[in-house]
């Protein structure tokens, strides 16, 4: 069983700064890595698959990057809509796994 | 505009069943992977159980392994969690998923169905 362990479980930011989070595989899963965001209230929306291609309709400031076990996703200038909670996701084995999350909230 | 709609949240009793559905529309159901994944209140996500196109193969969860059976009736475009033996702990929002045809990430989310089990 693949654990995902996410870092830092909370990020506290401004609105236009940078953030970077943090996803490591317990082992690799290759660039079976999916990103996902969570507005209170509301179902996860993906952002970014296969580690590092945006969906459809996602802003470009979203960007993945990784392979193996460990992977990044950054958001280049904080929107107000950005503060919000994300998960990563592996599904490169079974059973699929998601991280614990980290919640960017505002500073 | 793919739409998945839930139902069948209650409240359980320990030990009691409980069935979900979810009904999909504005795409072609039998031609997609379907899953299941839950969140119990204020906490994270969790997959559940995920189910192939027509239904042949089936994957679960090992917190939920021979309590809950996920299975689709593609003629009515639904598909279903069949949870058993419920357990205090598999109170959460159930949300129904669609796994992407081409690359098997979840492109859509229903809004959830809310299960909570207790005395």
């Known amino acids: 069983e693949i654990v995902l362990t996410q870092s830092p479980a909370t990020l506290s930011l401004s609105p236009g700064e940078g953030a970077t989070l943090s996803c490591r595989a317990s082992?690799?899963?290759?660039?079976?890595l999916d990103w996902f965001q969570q507005q209170p209230g509301q179902a996860p929306r993906v952002l970014i698959y296969?580690?590092?291609k945006r969906a459809a309709g996602i802003a470009a400031r979203f960007s993945g990057s990784g392979s193996g076990t460990d992977f990044i996703l950054t958001i280049s200038s904080l929107e107000p809509e950005d503060f919000a909670v994300y998960y990563c996701?592996?599904?490169?084995?079974?059973?699929?796994?998601f991280g614990g999350g980290t919640k960017v909230e505002i500073k | 505009e793919v739409q998945l709609l839930e139902s069948g949240g209650d409240l359980g009793q320990p030990g009691g069943s409980l069935r979900l559905s979810c009904a999909a529309s504005?795409?072609?159901?039998?031609?997609?992977?379907m899953a299941w994944v839950r969140q119990a209140p204020g906490k994270g996500l969790e997959w559940v159980s995920a189910?192939?196109?027509?239904?042949?193969?089936?994957y679960y969860a090992d917190s939920v392994k021979g309590r809950f059976t996920i299975s689709r009736d593609n003629s009515k475009n639904t598909l279903y969690l069949q949870m058993n033996s419920l357990r205090a702990e598999d109170t959460a929002l159930y949300y129904c998923?669609?796994?992407?045809?081409?690359?098997?990430?979840?492109?859509?989310w229903g809004q959830g169905t809310l299960v909570t089990v207790s005395s």
């Open positions: 998923t669609r796994r992407n045809i081409d690359r098997w990430y979840f492109d859509s």
């Open positions: 504005e795409f072609t159901f039998s031609r997609f992977h």
């Open positions: 189910i192939s196109g027509v239904g042949a193969d089936t």
């Open positions: 082992q690799s899963v290759g660039t079976n």
């Open positions: 296969d580690a590092s």
């Open positions: 996701q592996q599904r490169n084995t079974w059973p699929l796994a």
